[in-house]
């Protein structure tokens, strides 16, 4: 059965770190790009970043670049997303979600193809 498991939310202080990991089973992980989302409360799910295949290609929104910083190991079948510098904006359900190829090119959600149950992260003093 094909699955994306999200964990490694938590509440944290502003300026604080998480790191989220995204494990996956049912399909060969490195055939994929992947993505994280995250929806705030009374807003839409908001593209965050995505890892090509081999980790050779990422990219970010605009609000994370330089905070965030997504990697993957293959072998583990594991993407994480380390999150620095975190602000209140940042609260959110976290979900990754896989690529519908090798590549990442945009963040609609007809080009993902299954989302794991989501993780909440909380930033807040």
């Known amino acids: 059965q094909l699955q994306l498991v999200e964990s490694g939310g938590g509440l944290v202080q502003p300026g604080g770190s998480l790191r989220l990991s995204c494990e996956a089973s049912g399909f060969t992980l490195d055939a994929y790009a992947i993505g994280w989302f995250r929806q705030a409360p009374g807003k839409g799910r908001e593209g965050v970043s995505c890892?090509?295949?081999?980790?050779?290609?990422?990219n970010y929104t605009d609000s994370v670049k330089g905070r965030f910083t997504v990697s993957r190991d293959n072998a583990k079948k594991t993407v994480f997303l380390q999150m620095n510098s975190l602000k209140p904006e940042d609260t959110a359900v976290y979900y990754c979600?896989?690529?519908?190829?090798?590549?990442?090119?945009?963040?609609?959600?007809?080009?993902?193809?299954?989302w794991g149950q989501g993780t909440q992260v909380t930033v807040s003093s």
């Open positions: 979600a896989r690529r519908k190829g090798r590549f990442c090119s945009g963040y609609a959600s007809t080009l993902y193809d299954y």
């Open positions: 890892i090509s295949f081999n980790g050779g290609s990422t």
